[in-house]
């Protein structure tokens, strides 16, 4: 791609998703529970729970300038009585967009309650309310910024041909608050269904690096999900996510089938069940004018092996960008680890 071309591109990309106005976001939210809602915190199979993502986007049309956005949480649950329990957890995540290394750093603390409200052991409702505080870390390197007085005629990158702009902060740290709700119900063996809300950037801090008020939108973050068994060894898993963040909004609809299988295990002498998932979703955005536009097919694959998840997925981009990019969109990896006991004998959906 000639330099002019790659400015371009940059420059609808930033133009598009506001680059200073949109959050991180993963093709598999469904492996990335507290960045999707912090009311998901300690809502597992399990006691306790180790996620990491990783997303690299755009390599087609940045190259080695893509974005990458970097993922790990840990949460666990805490029993409460019989049927209720506490979630308590964490997050660090961290972003690298563009040939200006614009890069973001957040770390935060989550906590939720969780109120059985109907149902039995295996078959139970239940609500649970989260919230998250944290710290996130935005940074520029001055030096990285080409500025239209510096690219000649040739459209090529010329220094010496004029001075930059002066950026006054390079470096800022602010406060973020985030609250969500969660209603899920599990009704058998891979049988459940979840439907959960959650507003992010409560407080709406200042993200500015040239000394204005230029506060960050809150984010409204709206999921529904299930399983749903098609016989003793097949399931169906819907997912629906929609986010709206100032003027831009994106919907995220698909599903997955999931296989069930059992092992054994050699050194221990006990069974256990591993799946193996494969889906697809179609994401659509709007124009911040009027309209829709189609953004990307997901195309996903997921394995678990007993306590241990990894999950892939691609997305095959079908937006404006696919002239400079044709159908090279986002690559995503995913690792979950779960462990200890479950705690008062809770059965949680399948994420």
């Known amino acids: 791609m000639s330099k002019l071309n790659r400015i371009i ?12 106005a949109q959050d991180i976001h993963f093709s598999q939210f469904y492996m990335s529970p507290l960045n999707l809602n912090p009311a998901m915190t300690g809502v597992v199979n399990g006691g306790q729970r180790v996620i990491v993502n990783y997303r690299n986007q755009w390599a087609g049309a ?89 690219v000649d005629a040739n459209a090529e990158f010329c220094p010496g041909c004029g001075a930059g702009e002066t950026i006054p902060n390079t470096n800022i740290t602010y406060p973020d608050l985030s609250g969500g709700l969660i209603w899920f119900s599990t009704l058998g063996e891979r049988k459940s269904i979840y439907v959960g809300v959650a507003m992010h950037h409560l407080n709406q801090p200042n993200v500015s690096f040239l000394n204005q008020e230029e506060n960050l939108f809150s984010r409204l973050t709206a999921h529904i999900g299930g399983e749903f068994p098609i016989n003793n060894k097949v399931s169906v898993k819907p997912n629906f996510i929609y986010m709206s963040q100032g003027p831009h909004k994106e919907l995220n609809v698909g599903a997955s089938v999931r296989f069930k299988n059992k092992s054994k295990n050699s050194t221990f002498n006990s069974d256990f069940e591993q799946f193996f998932e494969l889906g697809a979703w179609y994401r659509v955005g709007n124009k911040i004018e009027v309209g829709v536009h189609s953004d990307a097919i997901i195309l996903a694959a997921r394995i678990d092996y007993d306590v241990y998840g990894i999950g892939l997925s691609y997305d095959y981009n079908v937006s404006a960008l696919s002239q400079s990019s044709p159908g090279n969109g986002s690559f995503e990896l995913s690792l979950s680890y779960l462990f200890g006991d479950v705690g008062g004998g809770v059965f949680c959906p399948i994420f």
């Open 62 to 150: 940045l190259g080695s300038s893509a974005y990458n956005t970097y993922s790990s949480s840990y949460d666990r649950r805490l029993a409460v009585g019989q049927d209720d329990y506490f979630g308590v957890g964490g997050t660090l995540w961290g972003d690298v967009a563009g040939e200006t290394n614009f890069g973001s750093t957040q770390a935060r603390m989550s906590f939720s309650f969780s109120k059985k409200i109907a149902g039995t052991r295996k078959q139970a409702h239940y609500v649970s309310f989260g919230a998250d505080a944290g710290f996130t870390q935005r940074r520029v390197r001055q030096g990285d910024f080409r500025w239209l007085t510096q």
């Open 9 to 20: 591109t940059v420059f609808l990309i930033l133009s598009s998703f506001g680059l200073g």
